[in-house]
């Protein structure tokens, strides 16, 4: 069984800075894509940011030189870095995976989300 589990959401003042986590563990064969999504109050889901099983990356506009995501890919774990944070920051962040398991079937699969809380 695969899941993931987010971590290191919180409150931070405008400016600040937070760390999210997310480890994928389970019966894994291998990760293809990792990233990080949210959802404001109010707004649709949108994607903040992906990395490939490699080193390719895509952000959002709006968070493009202040968040950073990146991976570990011994441990099954994907960050964000989030730096200059913002009011319009304020969201359930979730992590999102494309993960082959022992059954060898690729699957999506989502965190339950970690909330970020960005006071102005």
């Known amino acids: 069984q695969v899941q993931l589990v987010e971590s290191g959401g919180g409150l931070v003042q405008a400016g600040g800075s937070l760390r999210l986590s997310c480890a994928a563990s389970?019966?894994?064969?291998?990760?293809?894509?990792m990233g990080w999504y949210r959802r404001a109050p109010g707004k649709q889901r949108e994607l903040v940011a992906v990395m490939t099983s490699g080193v390719s990356t895509n952000y959002a506009d709006s968070v493009k030189g202040r968040l950073t995501i990146s991976r570990d890919n011994a441990k099954n774990t994907v960050y964000l870095q989030m730096n200059s944070l913002k009011p319009e920051d304020t969201a359930v962040y979730y992590c999102?995976?494309?993960?082959?398991?022992?059954?060898?079937?690729?699957?999506?699969?989502w965190g339950k989300g970690t909330l970020v809380t960005v006071s102005s």
């Open positions: 999102n995976a494309d993960i082959l398991s022992s059954d060898y079937i690729r699957r999506n699969y």
């Open positions: 389970g019966s894994i064969v291998s990760i293809s894509a």
